[in-house]
């Protein structure tokens, strides 16, 4: 997809590792110019530095957490003023959160909602208002997960959040079409990052973690599906504005039975 995104700005949150990073180099490598923003200062400037070695005309870092709404209103100002109006926004940062309902804590809760619901309502109002003030339509793409639909024991708070992601991915799909203003919900199976090898499985007993690990590979033969993968299909929603797109074998099951 060398050039396809020549000239386009595109801002990636949580840039900064996994899913985000691979994300902002792919962008990179078909000719954007990349805003990497992650909470973590140093591993925003580490993927911006790869964002130009990739290939982007020019690659900034931005350092901001996307739950704090001043933060993101701060951010989208300086991005406004300093690299223009962003093309492509990519509400990518999130944590994980595991454990049942009772064995999780209303801070819990607050927390993982905080960061996976509001910080992509943070993004969207702020950056989306400007993408549609400027009238020259735009994309952008939530990343929510196969857990928005479904159901697991092991993840009730992380799941409800991405629920939420994903239907209001839809319903300012339905709202910003008129404006040229495209949204895609990209839902991720298991891929390999940070999050699944620390925190998403935090909580989640060895044994269960394993269980449900080759639970995956024996139904769909998964094994270490590529944050890079996942880079490719949010390219590709963008180029053919795809409404919900599940990436991985068991996120494309489980949408199928979900429906
Ligand atoms: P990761 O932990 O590798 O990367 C997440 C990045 O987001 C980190 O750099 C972190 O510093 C940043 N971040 C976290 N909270 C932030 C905040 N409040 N403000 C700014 N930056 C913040 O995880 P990943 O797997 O690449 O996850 C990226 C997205 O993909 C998340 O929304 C996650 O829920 C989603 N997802 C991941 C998987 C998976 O299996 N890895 C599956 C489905 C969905």
């Excluded at 870092?61 to 704090?68: G, L, M, N, Y």
């Excluded at 709404?69 to 492509?88: C, F, M, N, S």
């Excluded at 495209?182 to 090898?197: E, F, L, Q, Y």
């Excluded at 269960?208 to 998964?222: D, I, P, S």
């Amino acid at each position: 997809h060398a050039e396809r995104f020549g000239g386009q700005l595109v801002l990636v949150t949580g840039a900064g590792s996994g899913i985000g990073r691979a994300t902002a180099l792919a962008f990179a490598q078909a000719g954007a110019r990349v805003v990497a923003v992650d909470r973590n200062a140093e591993a925003a400037v580490r993927t911006a530095e790869s964002a130009r070695r990739a290939g982007a005309p020019a690659a900034w870092a931005e350092t901001a957490d996307v739950s704090d709404e001043q933060a993101v209103e701060k951010l989208a100002e300086k991005v406004g003023r300093e690299y223009g109006v962003v093309d492509v926004l990519v509400n990518n940062a999130g944590i994980g959160l595991s454990g049942s309902f009772f064995a999780t804590t209303s801070e819990d809760w607050r927390k993982v909602l905080d960061v996976n619901l509001w910080g992509v309502i943070h993004g969207c109002r702020l950056f989306g208002r400007r993408m549609a003030e400027r009238g020259q339509g735009g994309h952008i793409v939530n990343v929510a997960s196969a857990a928005a639909y479904q159901p697991s024991r092991a993840l009730p708070a992380y799941s409800t959040s991405k629920a939420a992601v994903l239907m209001l991915s839809e319903c300012l799909r339905a709202e910003l079409a008129g404006q040229g203003i495209g949204v895609t919900a990209v839902c991720p199976g298991i891929v390999n990052t940070a999050i699944t090898s620390t925190a998403h499985f935090a909580g989640v007993d060895a044994g269960e973690e394993k269980r449900l690990r080759q639970r995956a590979t024996r139904l769909y033969g998964l094994r270490n599906y590529p944050p890079e993968k996942v880079a490719v299909a949010i390219l590709r929603a963008v180029a053919r504005n795809e409404a919900v797109v599940p990436v991985t074998p068991e996120a494309r099951s489980a949408r199928v039975l979900a429906r």
